[in-house]
């Protein structure tokens, strides 16, 4: 398999995910509550913060020519209108450490933290939000923009609608559950397990935050606040061409390969449009768009399908697909001719094998995509290093490099290799 000069091979990160102690993030607060919904709090995370230099060197002697990682908003603006110059100092180092082994970085602005006082003043649902988030960005490229050729605004401008389908999902089934069971227990006034816990949540939230239902990026969006991101997507936009006008700017979002099963055409065409298809206005005239892949959703006439029967499944418990990745850029360019940057693929396995074999598969349909003229930039595999999912804690193996948290030694996978191989 051969890539085009030039062609980008790299692997991503993201700030609270790997570099610790991410103590102004709206995050960190959710982390530490008595009754929080993640497994275990961030921590020293991979402790990238001081272990960047050893990281990026990893990187680059494996082969790979570009990383893909976000600048943390609530280090650069800890208090509202207070900008640390330390901590663009800090990411100057990082820039340089890139530019020093040859490493083309990709840069992130926002990748869902959020400093906890944009939440406390009404977070992703604010209009003063468009404002804030371009002006932070406008910061950063003044600071560092000459080291900057890749930037990528907010990282899944999708993720609050595609929550608020999951939440609107649950709510429903939490109705017909209770129903049920109003049937049954008749004059017993039965507390829900999970309804406590939500109070004792929006109580500790409104003790936090100032309100029950802080609005973090990772929460359900409403429609007026989908369309907000992509305001705070132009206007960033604007911003930072306004300090550096060759900065090449794109936004990313989650895509998945969605294939409609018989009687699912229209499911699938709605899925698409809610997904994709109605972000292209506020998109179009991107230098470039970050598109990220997983898997694929298999769409009945009621909606997506579970795990076909005997598929393998990753250890997020959806299916290892890799062809799914060839298959979104070819319906992605079908809508927006721009050039596309892979900013995420990757699989959460224990085995690394089955990591060697989902990239080279994925990387397959990225070929012959690039071999049908459609302008793919680079790939960049998620993620560098095992680190923080999330409200899952440490648990995901989604790293091409092994880090064992009581020590912070890092441990190079065989996939780390294979990808730089095709650099070569
Ligand atoms: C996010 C990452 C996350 C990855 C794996 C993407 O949705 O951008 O932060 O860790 O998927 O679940």
């Known amino acids: 398999m051969r890539f085009p000069k030039g062609f980008l091979i790299g692997a991503a990160t993201a700030a609270h995910q790997v570099e610790g102690n991410n103590i102004h993030s709206d995050y960190w607060a959710q982390e530490h509550m008595q009754f929080t919904s993640f497994n275990e709090p961030s921590g020293d995370a991979c402790d990238h913060y001081h272990r960047f230099e050893e990281d990026i060197r990893l990187l680059a002697e494996a082969g790979l020519n570009a990383y893909r990682f976000s600048i943390e908003w609530a280090r650069i603006e800890p208090q509202p209108g207070v900008f640390d110059e330390n901590e663009i100092g800090h990411y100057r180092k990082v820039l340089l450490c890139c530019r020093e082994h040859g490493v083309e970085p990709i840069v992130t602005m926002h990748h869902f933290t959020s400093p906890k006082w944009l939440i406390e003043q009404g977070g992703w649902e604010a209009e003063g939000t468009v404002e804030k988030f371009a002006r932070y960005c406008r910061y950063v490229v003044e600071k560092l923009g000459d080291l900057m050729h890749y930037v990528c605004t907010i990282n899944e401008a999708n993720m609050g609608i595609q929550v608020a389908a999951i939440a609107r999902r649950y709510t429903l089934l939490m109705q017909r559950k209770m129903k049920a069971e109003g049937q049954i227990q008749v004059g017993i006034n039965l507390e829900n397990p999970m309804m406590a816990r939500m109070k004792q949540q929006a109580r500790e939230h409104m003790q936090l935050f100032g309100t029950p239902q802080p609005q973090v990026f990772v929460a359900p969006r409403t429609p007026e606040g989908d369309l907000l991101v992509m305001k705070a997507h132009q206007a960033a936009k604007a911003a930072m061409k306004a300090v550096k006008p060759d900065l090449k700017i794109g936004i990313t979002l989650s895509l998945h390969d969605i294939q409609p099963q018989p009687g699912g055409e229209a499911m699938a065409q709605k899925e698409w449009d809610e997904e994709f298809l109605h972000y292209l206005p506020y998109i179009r005239e991107d230098d470039f768009f970050g598109l990220q892949n997983y898997t694929r ?58 990591r060697v074999a989902f990239i080279e598969e994925a990387l397959k349909g990225v070929q012959g995509c690039v071999e049908d003229g459609i302008p793919v930039l680079g790939y960049m595999y998620w993620s560098l290093l095992d680190n923080f999912e999330w409200q899952k804690g440490f648990s995901m193996t989604f790293g091409l490099v092994a880090v064992d948290r009581a020590t912070q030694q890092r441990t190079p996978k065989g996939s780390l290799a294979f990808l730089g191989s095709f650099t070569r």
């Open 297 to 354: 959703t298999l769409m009945g006439p009621e909606g997506s399908l579970p795990v076909p029967e005997g598929a393998e499944s990753t250890q997020m418990e959806y299916e290892f697909y890799p062809q799914a990745l060839g298959h979104v850029i070819r319906t992605v360019h079908r809508s927006l001719p721009i050039p596309i940057m892979v900013t995420e693929n990757g699989v959460a396995v224990a085995d690394d094998e089955r």
